[in-house]
């Protein structure tokens, strides 16, 4: 009887650990596939985010490079939408937020090229400065979307 009594009680938190297991499952894989269905490469409008370290000295000469390589490139790009350039007096930090259509487009652009008007505009910098290096420090990049 004893036996039969245990036999019981132990299929009954076998049953109840079952149960547990199977609720966990299928809630870290609900959480997963909400996750992946959060697609948003062709569909979504993504800010993408820089900030940078702008000296107060070398303000005026940072937002004529600005003007002058990143804005005209930038007007080409397939999905570019506009962008806002903000700056910290205090922080003497930049803030450049710039509106791509999706982050397809936006990522569809080599980095090669990206890399090469990046190299133009510290160039037109070190002349107008007459320094060797870049002084903008890249600080952070991320994107962000609408909420």
């Given at each position: 009887m004893k036996f039969k009594y245990q036999f019981r009680k132990n299929i009954?938190?076998?049953?109840?650990?079952?149960?547990?297991?199977?609720?966990?499952?299928?809630?870290t894989n609900f959480q997963i596939v909400s996750a992946l269905t959060m697609e948003n490469l062709k569909t979504e409008v993504v800010t993408e985010e820089l900030r940078l370290k702008v000296p107060a000295k070398f303000k005026e000469v940072w937002l004529q490079a600005e003007k002058k390589i990143w804005d005209p490139w930038l007007s080409r790009q397939s999905g570019f939408l506009g962008r806002q350039i903000?700056?910290?007096?205090?922080?003497?930090?930049?803030?450049?937020?710039?509106?791509?259509?999706?982050?397809?487009?936006?990522?569809?652009?080599?980095?090669?090229?990206?890399?090469?008007?990046?190299?133009?505009?510290?160039?037109?910098?070190?002349?107008?400065?007459?320094?060797?290096?870049?002084?903008?420090?890249?600080i952070y990049e991320r994107e962000l979307y609408s909420q």
């Open positions: 009954k938190r076998l049953l109840f650990l079952f149960i547990l297991l199977i609720v966990f499952i299928v809630q903000f700056w910290d007096k205090e922080k003497e930090e930049a803030l450049i937020l710039v509106k791509w259509e999706n982050k397809k487009l936006w990522k569809n652009i080599s980095m090669e090229e990206v890399n090469e008007i990046q190299e133009r505009f510290e160039q037109n910098v070190e002349e107008s400065l007459q320094i060797n290096t870049n002084p903008f420090i890249l």
